[in-house]
């Protein structure tokens, strides 16, 4: 009894000392995303920035199912569209009707059809999980992205929906015409969207959406109705999708039928695993490294897919536990302090990496840039796709780079295994 | 009074193929029921159709005194009864702390709260800090339970089984597969964590059937062919020639 009286206490104890660090983090969070547009203002940033926002909540809302009740949609922008369309007529019916909503409390009417449309598909949905789960999704997915093209009345046909954000009543005198507004309106949204989505993993409802993920058998011997947990986890993963989609009614002023697309499903299932599923952070860093490549990448190429394709499967091989699932392996490394065994193996490792990238890129390239006949660019040296001088040092790049890489590779590997034996035996779990 | 679990004229057919047939199974409140037999007898089949895993053909069962087949699985553990499993049944990427918590959830009212910090419920901590203590786990809190030792999730799964508080415990195999040493542990761990509750026990090893159950059911082809004491059982002469002849003398 005395055993079970100090585990007790040591419960709230170990929780207090955690959240001081846990405030810190969202706190510093929150000021990041205030002053981020003070120090990059142009315009070009500052839209950047928006669509990463945006990009977030989406990102996150998809995580909901994938990374805690184990779902696996590949139709979760039906609820990002039907917000960004349920944004846009109740924006425009604001302004028909004289209304007093101002323009931020519109993604909440997003998050409402989403949430709806959820409500009313996620019942059979989500009876099964798994391939079964996945399949629907996937078939509701082009149901609802070609419906948008049949019936015009709603979804406005090719053309889409349009309307007017400066138009509504104005908040505090922001007319959010300008696009620092609109950040700003983003950045508010995102860091609500963050916080509810962060304190529903920590409700019996988050944590027993753990154990559907974990086995769903064994849930249904302890009271619940694994069903009813995939159903409510979808619902609440609908409406934080539809405020992502609201947000990017208000950043565009228009919703299309490309917002609910087969292609927008599969980019939030692609930034939550690259980003890491297992963690809550891992959605936030994917949804921004994807978001930048995505606007950086279509100015420098037209096979920016090709390549998202390759990093995608190079991270569904090499690391499933996407960037996140990376960076916390290092943390017992760290607490047990044989982290830097390993980091003189990461530097020697990084030339090779590079030339092998490099090589790939300047095959790619030259494939891509053949017929066109632009040149190359690759770090200020001017490649020629048509000659062969380009193909031989592309060659050399990849099979050399390749070659030299993978002995590389088994030295980190075999680094790691010693400091993580380290580790294990320091109490630290790798 | 009436019995806690009452089986009554069960059959359960997969196609053509009669598993159980004519299954009559009665379980005294506060009993500690052994069920017994060779391998492929039923006893996995039985318990799965009394917990709700599969439903019977036809047939009944009762759960102190109401009718339960048919119900599913969460619906008969919400009336209290609860069940391990012969294979490992754990939530594996989540800590031990979590895999009794999720248990404990259901039965202190929480059920599907996204309102709720589900760190600061006092009720799911003390009565999870307590489940750990009694099944010795608690230094092991915070590691995900796929990582424990083979006992180590055995003793998890009991936990987890008898979290909820259920007031009938069906335990299946709970010693298979472990040491001497480890099963005479598990047997006073479930000795103690059943007091006053009713147990129902598959097991196959005989010393622990006989130094636990107060009963015995010995099921052969999916029929219960004699239901005693362990006194009783051992003298009956059908056991002996179906069951007990090979193994115990």
Redesign the interface.
Known sequence: MSTAMTSTSKVPAEAAGGSLRFYGVWLIGIIVLIVLPMIFSSGGLLTSFSLIGIAIVFALSYNILLGQTGLLSFGHAVHYGLGGFAACHMMNAVVSHGWPIPLPFIPLFGGIGGLVFAMIIGWVMTKRAGTVFAMISLGIGELVASSSLILRSVFGGESGITTDRTALPKLLGWSFGPQLQVYYLIAFWLVLSAIAMYALTRTPLGRISNAVRDNPERVQFIGYDPHVVRYIAYCFAGFFAGVAGGLTAINFEIANSALLGAIQSGLVLFSTFIGGTAFFFGPILGAILVTYLQLGLTNLTTAWQLYFGIIFIGIVMYAPGGIAGLLMMHRPLIRAGTLWTVIPSYFVAIVPTIALACGVILAIETVARFSGGDAINLFGIAFNPTSPVTWIAAAVLVVGGAFVARLTWRRIAEAWDRAATVARDRGYLA | MTAAIEVRAVEKRFGNVGIIRDLNLSVARGERHAIIGPNGAGKSTTFNLI?GHIAPTSGEVKLNGDLISGL???EI??RGL??S?QVT??????TVW?NV???V???TG??????????S?PEV??RT??I??DIHL?HR?D?PAG?LTYAEQRELEIG??I??GATVVMLDEPTAGMSNAETERAVALIRRLTEGKTLVIVEHDMSVVFGLADRISVLVYGHIIASGTPEEIRRDPKVKEAYLGEEAH
Do not use: G
């Open positions: 917990s599913r699985p969460f553990n919400r609860s069940r499993f049944n754990v939530f594996a990427r989540m979590e918590r999720c248990a959830l259901w039965a929480h059920r599907y709260a996204f309102w709720k910090n589900v760190d419920l901590r003390e800090a307590q750990l203590d608690t809190r590691v990582l987890i089984t979290a909820s």
